[in-house]
């Protein structure tokens, strides 16, 4: 299974940006999904997660401005980031499991700065 991250980018504080994550597999409906994040000189952490019948997880951190959503026929897992900090920057990395197997996306660059 392949997963591909895009969206990313330099955003000023305050502003929002949407990450896609679409995957190869025509089985994404059995995956659940989940984004995850990792600073320079940080560890890898889970940002949110979306269950296959969608129950939807956050970190403390970006709840109440962050969203994820999923669109199974198009494959795609979304991350919709608003109100973003410089603390968010850091690269975010799609993430797909269920009981059987995990699979990772190459990452995508978020750079929240002025």
């Known amino acids: 299974v392949h997963l591909v991250e895009s969206g990313g980018g330099l955003v000023q504080p305050g502003g929002s940006l949407r990450l896609s994550c679409t995957a190869s597999?025509?089985?994404?409906?059995?995956?659940?999904m989940g984004w995850y994040r990792q600073a320079p000189g940080k560890e890898r952490e889970l940002v949110a997660r979306?269950?296959?019948?969608?129950?939807?997880h956050y970190a403390d951190s970006v709840k109440g401005r962050f969203t994820i959503s999923r669109v199974d026929n198009k494959k795609t897992v979304y991350l919709e980031m608003n109100s973003l900090k410089p603390e968010d920057t850091a690269v975010y990395f799609c993430?797909?499991?269920?009981?059987?197997?995990?699979?990772w996306g190459q990452g995508t660059q978020v750079t929240v700065s002025s």
């Open positions: 979306i269950t296959t019948s969608l129950i939807t």
């Open positions: 597999t025509r089985f994404f409906g059995a995956f659940h």
């Open positions: 993430h797909a499991f269920n009981a059987g197997a995990d699979y």
